[in-house]
């Protein structure tokens, strides 16, 4: 089957600070990639979507300026969390699409902000 | 509008027993439905997935769940527990082609032995 990396899987990192998550698509072009958030015992929060080429279209209530988003190949989407706090601490899950209704998911990034 | 819900939070088992884990759709469209399971701290790992074929859907590990338009249903059962089961599962929904997925708020599911 397909498959999704993401990398790291998990990432520390201190207050201020921006942090970059890449998700890749190892054996097949993705022309979309979805972004999801994942609180502790939580279900997945969809961030954002974005298209190869095109800008990220955000889901409401999550800010464009702090999850900047970026598919800049068929095969790489990057999600950076800028001036990272606390409270954004997370498990971050991006997913890639080939056909239709198929999504395949990365293992996700697991960020701690201290 | 799409949404899912699950109606158990939690469900609890014994290792051999049958395995039911309930979710209810609604969709203005024709959905097509997953169920994803999570291990802790990891991916998520497709079970199965209906696409408007067949109502009755058989996927990995011995699971499969029935599509209910009627009922607007789309429960996933286990004839037999396996400890190894024990995760979060989640029911899914998309509406339409290219749209994102979405997640039902998860069911824990406890196997004991």
């Known amino acids: 089957g397909a498959v999704v990396s993401q990398h790291p899987s998990r990432v520390i990192c201190k207050s201020g600070t921006s942090v970059k998550i890449e998700c890749r698509s190892l054996d097949f072009q993705a022309t979309t990639m979805f972004w999801y958030r994942q609180f502790p015992k939580q279900s997945l929060m969809l961030m954002a979507t974005s298209n190869e080429g095109s800008k990220a279209t955000y889901e409401q209530g999550v800010e464009k300026d702090k999850f900047l988003i970026n598919h800049a190949s068929l095969t790489l989407s990057t999600l950076t969390v800028t001036s990272a706090h606390p409270e954004d601490s997370s498990f971050y899950i991006c997913?890639?699409?080939?056909?239709?209704?198929?999504?395949?998911f990365g293992p996700g990034t697991r960020l701690t902000v201290t | 509008a799409q949404s899912v819900t699950q109606l158990d939070s939690h469900v609890s088992v014994s290792e051999g027993t049958p395995v039911l884990l309930r979710c209810n759709y609604s969709?203005?469209?024709?959905?097509?439905l997953f169920w994803y399971v999570q291990h802790p701290n990891k991916g998520l790992q497709l079970l199965l997935k209906?696409?408007?074929?067949?109502?009755l859907v058989k996927g990995i590990n011995g699971f499969e769940a029935e599509f209910k338009k009627s009922e607007t249903s789309f429960h996933l059962t286990k004839p037999s527990a396996h400890m190894s089961d024990a995760a979060e599962y989640f029911c899914?929904?998309?509406?339409?082609?290219?749209?994102?997925?979405?997640f039902g708020k998860g069911t824990t599911l406890s196997v004991s032995s």
């Open positions: 899914v929904v998309s509406a339409q082609a290219g749209t994102a997925l979405i």
């Open positions: 969709s203005s469209y024709s959905p097509s």
């Open positions: 997913s890639a699409r080939a056909q239709m209704y198929e999504q395949y």
């Open positions: 209906y696409t408007s074929a067949a109502t």
